[in-house]
């Protein structure tokens, strides 16, 4: 595997990520429901957040469930708002084990990796985010292949 300025996948340690698992969980969704999995995350998800006609980007939806939403600032916000709540809509036993850190990765010193997010416990309080990155060769890209990295 080229590393693309990054070091090897063998080389990061002990912790690392794959999206293999967001794209089974899509298939295992939709063989579950019956239903696309867009439509169903749209439905089950974002519409109870008051996201209207919701759906993958026509560019990058083909990231399937593993990213490529097409939502506006306004929607995003209202996609937090609703995760911020997903203790009730989740249910308290995967909401429990979605806030412990048993068994999961630690990042830093308070951080641990849980359901596709970073989350972080500070007493009562627990803060939820995410990042990630793309990484496409476009040799044409100014100073080598092309990196994309977001923060939210």
């Not at 996948?9 to 696309?36: H, K, P």
């Not at 919701?54 to 937090?80: D, N, P, T």
Request: charged share 15%.
């Amino acid at each position: 595997m080229k590393s693309l300025g990054r070091p090897a996948i063998a080389d990061r340690g002990t912790y690392d990520y794959s999206t293999f698992g967001y794209v089974l969980l899509g298939r295992v969704i939709e063989q579950v429901t019956g239903e696309a999995y867009a439509a169903h995350c749209a439905r089950q998800v974002l519409e109870p957040a008051g996201i209207g006609n919701a759906e993958l980007h026509r560019q990058w939806g083909i990231r399937y469930a593993v990213g490529g939403w097409a939502l506006s600032g306004r929607e995003y916000l209202a996609f937090l708002r609703r995760l911020a709540d997903a203790g009730t809509w989740l249910g308290d036993e995967v909401w429990q084990w979605a806030t412990d850190p048993t068994g999961k990765p630690a990042v830093g010193a308070r951080s641990f990796y849980s359901l596709g997010v970073m989350v972080r416990r500070s007493g009562p309080q627990i803060e939820i985010s995410h990042s990630g990155a793309l990484y496409h060769n476009q040799p044409s890209a100014f100073g080598g292949s092309l990196f994309n990295s977001t923060h939210t």
